[in-house]
């Protein structure tokens, strides 16, 4: 069965810090990728999402992700974090063709201004 | 473009009651998933339909079922509610073909069993 791993439960960085959120997925198969953030009182809004082509996908508000497929991670990265971006991140994964998202616990992210 | 709404917002029920919720997708949208969110176990996906279609199923009791219109709204029924109901249940849409597009979630309903 899939399943996802994201490693930083809680993460607190001061702003303009740099931000790396870590995720892995356990499936050998052709995988969608995505990350999902969740700001306070809001509901799911997709930041990024990975389908083929060049591993290093941007997304909105300057965060990337960097598929690695032989680590089966697909990370997320903001060069500098703003006290906007407190909000818990889901890293999700698909087969391709496939609706059923398969999410990680989520990551609640605190930046102190 | 609206987006994905869902009706009621917050719901109070007592154990061995029935709920149903409801969710309009987007415009356009024939493909609306389920999902439970609760701090134990996070997000689990309950099913999905697809043009009035269950095409996908997730690792729920028979307690927990489903439909979708002609309209592409969905309801979500749950009946025989235990405490451990209580969650978040969320609702996405996406058009439902192609490769790996994207699904828009709902604010969810929050659902209290007491």
């Known amino acids: 069965a899939q399943s996802v791993s994201q490693h930083n439960h809680h993460v607190i960085l001061s702003e303009a810090a740099s931000l790396e959120l870590g995720c892995n997925y356990s499936?050998?198969?052709?995988?969608?990728l995505f990350w999902y953030v969740q700001y306070p009182g809001q509901h799911l809004q997709l930041l990024l999402k990975y389908f083929s082509g060049d591993p290093l996908v941007k997304g909105i508000k300057g965060f990337e992700a960097e598929f690695i497929k032989s680590k089966f991670s697909f990370n997320l990265r903001k060069p500098s974090v703003q006290w906007s971006d407190t909000a818990e991140y889901f890293c999700a994964v698909s087969n391709t063709g496939f609706q059923k998202l398969v999410f990680g616990t989520g990551t609640r992210l605190l930046v102190s201004p | 473009k609206a987006g994905v709404t869902q009706t009621p917002r917050y719901l109070i029920k007592t154990r061995g009651q029935q709920v149903t919720l409801s969710c309009s997708p987007i415009s356009g949208h024939r493909s609306v998933s389920w999902y439970q969110q609760t701090p134990g176990q996070g997000l689990q996906f309950l099913f999905e339909y697809f043009s009035e279609t269950q095409r996908n199923k997730g690792n729920f009791p028979g307690r927990f079922s489903g439909r979708q219109f002609s309209n592409s709204r969905s309801e979500m029924n749950v009946s025989t509610l235990e405490l451990g109901d209580s969650a978040l249940y969320l609702c996405?849409?996406?058009?439902?073909?192609?490769?790996?597009?994207?699904?828009?979630f709902g604010p969810g309903t929050r659902l209290t069993v007491l």
């Open positions: 996405a849409s996406s058009s439902g073909t192609g490769v790996g597009n994207e699904q828009f």
């Open positions: 499936y050998g198969g052709t995988v969608n």
